[in-house]
């Protein structure tokens, strides 16, 4: 195939979201989390708002921000938004310890941070030592701690006006980080090139993805795998994520297949074991699968 090329003038989050509305399948299904459903047009609505909530707070080009969420709309929102805003991605796991959340602030130096009210406990101690995150924003019904505004309420004061920030295809758009299985995990930097690069080669020419498909992931969103397979994937094809916050389990990812008619099911070799060697499996309606991927393990 053809290497695609982009334009010098370039935001990813036009490439996985904008161009879908302006395609004209703003009123297709983007995400749906249990029982609730939300389109492109709700997701990019909630993306611009996002991307000027933290533009309006001082958030520049290429300030890292530090997503600390479980899998659902919020984090499609954030991840997004910040891109809308020309800010940089860094993403860690929601139920990392004080000392983990310490090294990544660290790290990162990140001027932002969108964090489950969950992790807040943790990460207050955390964010004490690191004066310069000074925009913060909680999702979730718990309580909040100092410094924190609720982003649901940050959202509904902000514009929706889609505005995105004038990026280069170089600018820097995210940083996915290393295992850590030779010391602290490592920010490899990306550019805002660099996924629609891999989505247009694997997702669209190898894997043939397209707008009818529905996709769940047993891997997380805050890992690069899932950020791919279960968020970018999707939004590129105008396809459906299913999202959830919980542990994946075999009986959940075998719900969630039935429920939703899930097509692409993103998978790790120790749950593909767990889930042949299910009681229920042979039980359990499956057939709308049309492929698993496997990734994530040695």
Not at 28 to 46: F, L
Not at 48 to 71: F, I, K, P, S, T
Request: proline share 4%.
């Amino acid at each position: 195939m053809t290497s695609p090329t982009f334009p010098e003038r370039f935001n990813m989050a036009d490439y996985f979201l904008d161009a879908r509305v302006r395609e004209g399948k703003g009123e297709r299904v983007a995400v749906r989390v249990a029982a609730r459903s939300w389109t492109y047009r709700e997701v990019q609505e909630m993306a611009d708002r996002c991307g000027h909530a933290l533009r309006d707070r001082g958030v520049d080009l290429e300030d890292r921000v530090l997503l600390l969420l479980y899998d659902g709309v919020e984090f499609a929102a954030g991840f997004f938004g910040l891109l809308k805003a020309g800010a940089t991605f860094c993403m860690g796991n929601p139920l990392s310890n004080e000392a983990d959340f310490d090294y990544l602030l660290e790290y990162t130096r990140a001027r932002a941070v969108i964090a489950d009210t969950e992790t807040l406990e943790r990460l207050a101690p955390a964010l004490a030592k690191h004066p310069r995150c000074k925009v913060r924003f909680a999702v979730g019904e718990g309580g909040l701690t100092d410094g924190f505004e609720r982003l649901e309420d940050a959202l509904a004061a902000s514009s929706s006006e889609t505005d995105n920030a004038d990026t280069h295809r170089d600018d820097v758009a995210g940083w996915l980080f290393t295992s850590g299985t030779t010391g602290k995990p490592k920010g490899a930097v990306h550019f805002h090139r660099d996924f629609p690069f891999n989505t247009e080669c694997y997702a669209k020419g190898v894997l043939g993805l397209n707008e009818d498909d529905v996709f769940v992931s047993v891997s997380r969103l805050f890992f690069g795998y899932a950020t791919g397979t279960n968020l970018m994937f999707p939004f590129a094809v105008g396809g459906t994520a299913v999202l959830f916050p919980d542990k994946p389990t075999p009986e959940r990812i075998f719900s969630h297949v039935e429920d939703h008619g899930v097509t692409v099911l993103t998978n790790v070799p120790a749950m593909i074991r767990k889930m042949v060697d299910h009681p229920e499996a042979e039980a359990r309606k499956m057939a709308s699968l049309r492929m698993c991927l496997s990734a994530g393990e040695a």
